[in-house]
């Protein structure tokens, strides 16, 4: 075909209205329309621009847009070069860049693209969401195959937009394409969890952790770190420590920034072995450790009490030539001190003073409080006027600790100071400051100026009624009375009351030491703030007169019990009336006094009643009465196991728990009633004991033998065949002696009373021997 037709042929086409037809485009793959083969048959001469041949030969032919992969020059196939491809998916994104005419120009390309071209393009166009149009029409075509690479970079893109909601959204198709075809995205799951936790998208990040994991898919160390990273940034240690194991058990490393956030999380969650065990794996890794690891360790460890842990790590840190600051001087030494180790505590306070850190308020205040405390006063008050001296306004509790402190150690003139200082200061003294000031002068016996305290803490607002009984109180256990009444009027004229459970303690105070003219005053007051004497105090009372040996002590004392206004002093006035007055024999009058009283409650009071009146009865000679009593008191069972019936083998009477009154009419009474069964039933046990115990032995054997009785006297018990004792109970001078013999109140008197009767208790008597009851004359 020569120039001038091929000329001639372009003249034409440039008609809109010319058809050629014996032009037609031929593909590769199908016949040419006229059934004949699709080659190319006739000569085609290229010509440049001078209009000279640059080739003749079979021309290019085209063909069908994704159907082939090559063209045909001449009859030799020729596959498209992969640059060509790659530049002309490059250029139709760029010219198109989305939607729907995109995809019909990429459907239109004269080639079957690969993932290898795509790939290819998506380095070369940048813009993420052209990028992602590619993507998408690259996924719907048959040839697609899910790539690694390819959403590494489509992620890259996502990420350097913020796009984090493109970013999830690609990444649940990827999940989708993975799961489908079997193939795993390492790196792009990996990039994918690394850009969210950087972004801070903590509940998305785990997410899509989880999601990675349950799929299968390997995490990387870079990954663990950043989401670790991320949940300790955001105050989720645990969540962090959960990851933490699923990297180890992955057999994953920790890195140095990270190492740096999680052995310090670790320590301040109280999980210190794990926290060591990572600083030590650290320096095995050849990491340096920061100061923040050290620091978290020491406060960590000192506050757990781990102290020698936690100094080790501190000289390991000034090893690493690492300075400690003043919040790790203010840690440690918090710590010794709250162990108890306060030398150690006060070498380290040396030490951060001399690394020219001030110390502060606050550890001011634990330096004098834990000295003071522990009775290190010099050392505490040392630092107490360092601190004064810093421009540290000490607290009303550390004034407080030091007063008390000093007050408890005896030291009046110091706690009186600090009193003074802290009241100049302005300061207001705490209930317990107060309260450990006074007990001291009241041990001090400083009345005057414990007054004057008391005084200031009223003005101050405090309720002193308390504080004052207190005071009261230490007069009264310390035996000073005189001191204790003279408080009691202080409190008096200051308006001060005091409760009744003080005044009881007093007046028992005053009766024991004889004042009983400032006892009756007390007693007079309890009665009449509606306090109810109960039988235990009235028969206190009783003992002192029974006791008493002086005429006008014996007056004050019956004006006291009259002033009791006790039913049993009523029984008492009975008594001794005769039984005109009471209208009843004596017998019938002492069953219908015990009858009232309450055992469930007094059964103890009544027993301590007993032995005090009996001891009274028999001081005055009123053995008839004494020995009513002791038969209505054994009646009701205030002594039930005093008397034993062991039928013919032993009969005993048990007075070890009596007074001595109440033992010497137990025995005449008992012995009276055995004689009885005896002679007049016929009964006669194999032997007899009287059980008196060391303290009654020798006074119930000296009455006894003043009548020749058969009882032998061994330790606790005098005793003596039945036999014997029968025939001892025939003798007449043994029935009178047994029939109410009466000795003389001369007689009685005789007697040294506190040898007699030492004690109204029964647990306290003398081992003296009395004189007998009965005199030898009445043999």
Not at 436 to 444: E, F, H, M, V
Request: net charge positive; aromatic share 10%.
């Amino acid at each position: 075909m020569g120039l001038n037709s091929i000329s001639q042929r372009l003249s034409l086409s440039k008609d809109p209205n010319f058809v050629n037809p014996s032009f037609s485009r031929n593909y590769c793959s199908v016949k040419n329309g006229d059934g004949g083969s699709g080659e190319w048959t006739e000569e085609i001469d290229y010509l440049d621009e001078s209009g000279s041949v640059i080739y003749s030969g079979k021309g290019v032919r085209s063909v069908e847009p994704g159907v082939d992969d090559h063209v045909m020059v001449g009859g030799i196939k020729k596959p498209f070069l992969n640059a060509s491809a790659v530049a002309k998916i490059v250029e139709v994104v760029k010219r198109w860049k989305w939607g729907p005419e995109l995809e019909t120009q990429l459907d239109k390309l004269q080639f079957v693209p690969t993932m290898t071209h795509i790939t290819q393009a998506l380095k070369v166009v940048k813009d993420s969401d052209v990028c992602l149009s590619l993507f998408r029409w690259a996924r719907r075509q048959p040839w697609y195959l899910p790539n690694d690479e390819c959403y590494v970079m489509l992620f890259d893109g996502l990420n350097q937009n913020r796009d984090f909601d493109g970013i999830q959204l690609l990444f649940d198709e990827m999940v989708g394409d993975s799961s489908n075809n079997g193939i795993s995205s390492f790196t792009a799951y990996n990039r994918v969890i690394q850009y969210l936790a950087k972004a801070e998208k903590l509940e998305v990040s785990f997410c899509c952790f989880k999601k990675v994991q349950d799929s299968g898919c390997k995490i990387d160390v870079q990954t663990y770190n950043s989401l670790i990273t991320l949940f300790l940034n955001k105050g989720l240690p645990y969540k962090a420590f959960e990851i933490y194991g699923s990297m180890e058990a992955a057999g994953c490393l920790l890195d140095g920034s990270t190492y740096e956030l999680m052995i310090p999380s670790l320590a301040k969650s109280g999980r210190l072995d794990a926290a060591f065990k990572l600083f030590q794996e650290m320096k095995e890794r050849n990491f340096r450790p920061g100061f923040s690891v050290f620091s978290s360790l020491v406060d960590s460890m000192g506050k757990a009490g781990r102290l020698d842990t936690s100094m080790k790590v501190y000289m390991e840190m000034q090893g690493y030539g690492l300075r400690s600051s003043a919040t790790m001087y203010v840690s440690l030494i918090e710590s010794y001190v709250k162990a108890g180790k306060l030398d150690a505590a006060l070498r380290l306070w040396d030490e951060m003073k001399k690394a020219g850190f001030r110390p502060n308020f606050g550890l001011y205040t634990l330096i004098v409080e834990s000295h003071a405390k522990s009775g290190k006063l010099d050392i505490a008050m040392s630092a107490f006027k360092d601190m004064e001296k810093a421009g540290f306004l000490p607290t009303p509790s550390t004034y407080s600790c030091l007063l008390e402190m000093h007050a408890a150690t005896g030291q009046v003139d110091s706690a009186m100071k600090l009193y003074n200082s802290m009241t100049n200061a302005g300061l207001r003294p705490g209930l317990s400051t107060y309260t450990a000031l006074l007990t001291l002068l009241a041990n001090k016996k400083l009345v005057d100026v414990a007054a004057k305290i008391l005084l200031e803490m009223k003005a101050m607002g405090y309720s002193v009624d308390v504080s004052a009984s207190d005071v009261l109180m230490v007069y009264i256990k310390d035996g000073s009375v005189d001191l204790a009444l003279r408080w009691l009027r202080f409190m008096g004229s200051s308006g001060i009351r005091t409760n009744n459970f003080i005044i009881r303690q007093l007046f028992e105070s005053c009766m024991k030491n004889g004042l009983y003219e400032s006892a009756k005053p007390l007693l007079e007051t309890y009665v009449s703030s509606a306090a109810k004497v109960d039988l235990i105090l009235y028969t206190s009372i009783l003992a002192h007169l029974v006791r008493c040996q002086e005429e006008e002590n014996e007056k004050h004392l019956m004006s006291i019990l009259s002033a009791t206004k006790h039913r049993a002093h009523s029984f008492m006035c009975g008594l001794f009336t005769g039984p005109e007055q009471r209208k009843q024999p004596v017998l019938s009058f002492v069953r219908e006094f015990f009858q009232s009283i309450d055992y469930e409650l007094e059964e103890g009071a009544a027993r301590y009643f007993v032995n005090v009146l009996l001891n009274y009865l028999v001081l005055m000679g009123q053995i008839n009465r004494a020995r009513c009593v002791w038969k209505v008191a054994y009646e009701n069972k205030l002594f039930p196991k005093a008397i034993v019936f062991d039928q013919h083998i032993a009969w005993s009477l048990d007075v070890r728990n009596l007074s001595v009154g109440a033992a010497l009419i137990a025995v005449v009474h008992t012995l009276h009633r055995f004689r009885k069964r005896m002679l007049y039933y016929g009964a006669v046990p194999r032997r007899i004991k009287l059980v008196t115990g060391p303290t009654l032995k020798i006074v119930v054997a000296q009455m006894l033998s003043s009548v020749e009785s058969p009882f032998e006297v061994s330790k606790v018990v005098l005793r003596a065949p039945g036999d014997s004792v029968m025939e001892w109970f025939k003798k007449p001078i043994v029935q009178q002696f047994l029939l109410n013999e009466i000795p003389s109140r001369s007689d009685i008197l005789l007697h040294k009373l506190n040898t007699l009767f030492p004690s109204s208790a029964p647990e306290i008597r003398s081992l003296s021997p009395p004189k007998p009851l009965i005199a030898r004359r009445a043999m």
